[in-house]
Structures are given as C-alpha cells and as structure tokens.
C-alpha cells in the first residue's frame, strides 16, 4: 500500500481555495489504483518535536510522522505559510521523501522553530522543543515534555510573549490569551543568566545578561543586567559553533543567543537574532566600534 499526503493551508481566504478534501479525492481518482490511499491536512495541523539529533513532524489528527508517506503534494494558495512550508520541506528532504515542489525550501531558517530544526541539523545543543498550534499544544506537552517550561511566540522578540508555565493549566490560560499565536514550548533549563554574542563580520563581544530575581528572562529590554565578557574567558568550541549558528543562517550580523545550564553545566543555543540591538541596550559604544569596521571593509 502507498500513501500519499496532500498539505495546504486554510490561511488564505477560503472563498479562494480548492477544499483539501476535495483536492484528496481528485489525487485518489486520477491515481485510480485501490493500492494507493490519500490523505490530507492543513499545515498547522502539523506538531513538531525536536529533542537533540533526533526530530519528528507528524500529522495531529493521526499521529503519523510525515516519512510513513510516500509523497507528499503541498498544494493550495501557500504564500501566507512560506516559513513552515521551509521546514516541512526540509524536514521531508532529511527523510528522503519525494514532495512537490522543491523550490519550498530554499527559504532561510527564520523563527524560533525554524532554528530549533536548524540547530537539529547541524548538531548542536538546544532545550527539546515542542511546537503546535493551540489546539494540539497540550496534548503534545503532555507527552513529550515536564513542566515547569518555556512557552515562546515563534516570532516574538526581546522577551515578549515569553513565559515560564508552571502546569497545564497555567498554559491553558496562555494559550486563551493569545489564540492566533503559534508558540514552541521548551524544556525549562535552571540558569544563572546566559549569553548574547554578538557577531558583526569577523569580530564578535560576548555579554552576559542576567535577569532580574524574580523573572527568568534575561534580556536587557526586560530589565536584565548585562557584563561585557572578555573573549579569552568564553569557551572557544562555543563561540565557534555561535559562528556556525549564524553562518547557516546566513547573517553577517547577528545576536546568538546561548546559556549553560545551572545545574547540568551543559550549553543550549536559544536562537539567532538578524536584528540584535545595536543602537540601544548595553554596551552601544563598542557595538559601534565593530560596526564601523565591519561597514568600511565592505565599501572598500
């Protein structure tokens, strides 16, 4: 038996979309062959889980992870879903399993859950991390992760839309809060601050960013305390992977974003920020020192 997955998107406006159903049911006759079966979803009815090298992006209605298929057909008006689109096209490429079009992932890792899958690809350490929207989010917690944990929009910045949840119905009541956000829940990792490196061309400064007590961001635009970090007194393997971070993100400039754990001591990349802050936050002066540079030797 083959199967055969159709994906679209119900962000477009419905009047001007083709029903997946009935998108499913033109598949199954024009392959006119009971040896092949059909299915279909939406692609927010996708739920990711990344834990370390090994990820899986399954169907939630279902439960099947999208290699069981045999060919996947992203169709429908997908403009609205580009940057999930890139993940679940890649996702299929790293399983071996045929979709169309290919021109779906040539589209960098932008938002937190593009980069957890980035991370994932390249080997380097980051909290598991769960995604789904609101509907399937407690369901795929409850299975994969212990609370307390890290509720994040994958598209939020500068500590907005950051929680730390304590129970399920605690993240009950985010999630009513904010019904059209798309959020990654992580592991919730003790820390006694973490670390923004800056990258600008070839130079980078390290700050430590330290929350206030009774919070557990520590971003400086959320009150945090912030130390300049001599190089010498970071891990060097760390910083190298940070540039390997950005490099694969393709940023020149960039704020990667990495804690150690306080009670593992293990490090977690967080993310990869294209628009650190430069002209505000801590340290402006020598932030501008290294843009300078970086600017004139690309206009000499």
């Known amino acids: 038996m083959k199967k055969f997955l159709v994906i679209g998107s119900k962000r477009a406006d419905a009047s001007t979309i083709e029903p997946l159903a009935m998108i499913a049911e033109y598949v199954q006759n024009t392959l006119d062959d009971p040896e092949y079966t059909v299915a279909h979803c939406q692609i927010d009815e996708l739920v990711h889980v990344l834990d370390g090298g090994m990820t899986t992006v399954s169907v939630a209605a279902s439960g099947k992870p999208l290699e ?120 919730y990792v003790p820390n006694d601050g973490d670390y923004r490196v800056l990258l600008i061309g070839d130079e980078s400064l390290i700050i430590l960013r330290q929350g206030l007590p009774d919070s557990h961001l520590n971003n400086t635009s959320q009150g945090g305390g912030a130390t300049l970090v001599d190089q ?10 940070c540039r390997t971070f950005a490099q694969a993100c393709h940023y020149a400039i960039a704020g990667v974003d990495v804690m150690f754990g306080s009670e593992d001591g293990k490090p977690y990349f967080l993310e990869a920020n294209s628009q650190p802050q430069l002209m505000s936050g801590a340290f402006t002066a020598e932030k501008a020192v290294l843009l300078k540079e970086f600017f004139l030797s690309q206009m000499a």
């Open 232 to 241: 010498k007194d970071f891990p060097a393997d760390i910083l190298a992977d």
């Open 68 to 187: 069981s298929f045999d060919f996947v057909w992203f169709r429908g008006k997908l403009a609205p879903a580009l940057n999930e689109l890139a993940i679940v096209a890649r996702y299929l490429e790293s399983k071996n399993v045929p979709y169309a079009n290919r021109s779906y992932a040539q589209r960098e890792p932008f938002g937190k859950l593009a980069q957890m899958h980035l991370l994932a690809r390249l080997g380097l350490p980051y909290p598991k991390t769960v995604s789904a929207i609101a509907e399937y989010m407690p369901s795929a917690i409850e299975r994969e992760l212990a609370y307390p944990i890290i509720l994040k929009a994958i598209h939020a910045g500068h500590g907005h839309s950051n929680y730390l949840v304590r129970d399920a119905a605690h993240l009950q009541e985010l999630l009513d809060a904010e019904p059209d956000t798309v959020f990654v829940a992580q592991t």
